[in-house]
């Protein structure tokens, strides 16, 4: 009793380690006293001294089979040290012990979520629901779990729900959106914006959403102005000033696009894709080729495997007359694409081909272009005129 109630002094002065040893020090007495062994377990755990809390809870089960908190408890555990068999098998033992144990189930079904056993999760889930039918944390999960099982109605559906329990919930209306918006449904998309845009929670995601729903529905215009208003809501983000200076982009304002793409530069100095993307319309408008090659190379620089990236940087060569280093760095583009190909960059290819006198293979690249999309007029064009050139000098 003294070492007990030396060790809740300790624990009160926040002087962990000394409590271990009193705890410890009872435990020689008492070896089996559950109060000593929950609260060393519980001290470790404060320390993070994850595998010494492990066999203390083990312990613990060993003595008390029937202890179905410390079954679930030596589950977290084996969770935190990524040892999910024993944890399933800890969280199952809690349920087998407190059938209705919501807890026990969220983690189990959480487990088989990062073992890939996704049905598994589903029925752990369903069934956490059938207990607490009005608990968020499983509507969210077996949201996300059906969606991930491509039983879209189904995810759809548990977020319906999930808004209609809690309205106020604006992370379902975002996460509904998104999968409105990969399922290329942007109508249904904005509804719900509609009614996530009223919470006035979290407005700069919920106007970004609306730029991108815009956007698939090539309303450029509309688009525009949902991303200038989560810009003016958030004016740090890098990324809203990215997408942004894409829909600038897109719409032929340049200047403001410009703009927009160093100042997503500026707040976000790791963004690879704004260097790239600012760096490859300089280069194709044939302007401020040094400055595109130094932004292209920082791009690089973050993510030196990119075929797009490596390809733009091709292009700045090309538009400066370097044909040699513009096959070099085209010809690796292709390599890191692989099969699925990239017609701009077959096209650029061939371009650089082309300038060479390598006629044949330029024509080889054009067509494999066209392959790709058929509806580009630009290498038609050039496909022709080559073909024609052909014909003449036979």
């Known amino acids: ?47 993070d001294n994850l595998t010494e ?54 983690n189990l079904g959480i487990l088989y979520e990062l073992s890939e056993d996704l049905e598994s999760a589903i029925t752990q889930y369903e069934q956490a629901l059938k207990i607490d039918p009005l608990n968020v944390k499983i509507y969210y999960h077996l949201a996300q779990v059906y ?19 809690v309205p106020e919930q604006v992370e379902a209306y975002i996460e509904l959106t998104y999968i409105y918006l990969i399922e290329n449904r942007p109508r249904e998309a904005i509804e719900v914006l509609e009614k996530a845009e009223k919470l006035r929670i979290k407005l700069e995601q919920v106007y970004l959403l609306y730029g991108l729903a815009y956007d698939t529905m090539d309303r450029k215009q509309d688009a525009i102005s949902a991303l200038e208003k989560a810009v003016a809501i958030n004016k740090k983000d890098g990324y809203l000033r990215f997408r942004l200076a894409v829909l600038y982009e897109q719409a032929g304002m ?18 690879a894709e704004a260097y790239n ?12 080729l040094d400055e595109a090659d130094r932004l292209i190379k920082k791009a690089l620089g973050l993510d030196p495997d990119n075929g797009a990236y490596v390809d733009s940087l091709g292009w700045v060569y090309y538009k400066k ?9 085209l010809e690796r583009a292709i390599g890191l694409i692989g099969d699925k190909g990239d ?28 392959e790709l999309n058929p509806d580009q007029e630009s290498v038609k064009r050039k496909l022709q005129r080559l073909l024609s050139n052909i014909n003449e000098h036979r």
């Open 1 to 47: 009793e003294a070492y007990l109630k030396l060790g809740i002094i300790h624990i009160y002065q926040k002087d962990y380690p000394e409590a271990v040893k009193q705890y410890k020090r009872a435990l020689e007495i008492n070896s089996g006293e559950r109060t000593a062994l929950v609260t060393l377990a519980d001290l470790y755990l404060l320390q």
């Open 53 to 106: 809390a492990a066999e203390v809870y083990q312990k613990i089960v060993e003595l008390e089979t029937d202890f179905a908190l410390a079954h679930f408890n030596l589950g977290v555990i084996y969770t935190r040290l990524e040892e999910f068999e024993k944890a399933i098998s800890s969280f199952k033992k809690a349920i087998e012990l407190i059938p209705d144990y919501i807890e026990a189930y969220l």
């Open 147 to 165: 969606y991930r099982q491509k039983m879209v109605e189904k995810a759809i559906r548990q977020y319906d729900l999930l808004i209609s329990l």
């Open 254 to 271: 340049t200047e403001k696009a410009v703009g927009q793409f160093k100042k997503a530069i500026e707040f976000n100095p790791q963004n």
């Open 277 to 288: 993307y600012l760096g490859y319309m300089y280069a194709e408008a044939g302007v401020n």
């Open 321 to 329: 007359g370097m044909f040699d280093q513009a096959l070099v760095e």
């Open 343 to 370: 017609p701009v960059i077959y096209d650029h290819l061939g371009d650089v081909y082309y300038q060479k006198g390598f006629k044949d293979k330029a024509e080889l690249q054009w067509e494999k272009s066209l």
